[in-house]
């Protein structure tokens, strides 16, 4: 559930997502680049984000700050 939107730049959009489970380890997310992993039907959604977006994992897992740089260009 996406909680807030904390800040909304010309630079950036940040935002807080929290989700109601018990949350998760996502220092122990496995790299789907890896060769063990390239045929996995899952596990590349944290992987993707990483890569668009600044992820700060708060508190158990089950609570992330977003950033995403803006393109745009638009004033907020």
């Not at 996995?40 to 890569?51: C, H, L, N, T």
């Amino acid at each position: 559930m996406l909680e807030q939107i904390e800040d909304m730049s010309t630079t950036h959009v940040s935002a807080m997502v929290t989700d109601e489970g018990k949350g998760f380890n996502h220092e122990a997310l496995l790299d789907p680049r890896r060769p063990g992993n390239l045929l996995k039907e899952s596990g590349r959604g944290v992987f993707i984000m990483k890569e668009y977006m600044k992820v700060e994992y708060l508190g158990d897992g089950n609570k992330v700050r977003l950033e995403l740089p803006r393109t745009d260009g638009i004033t907020p």
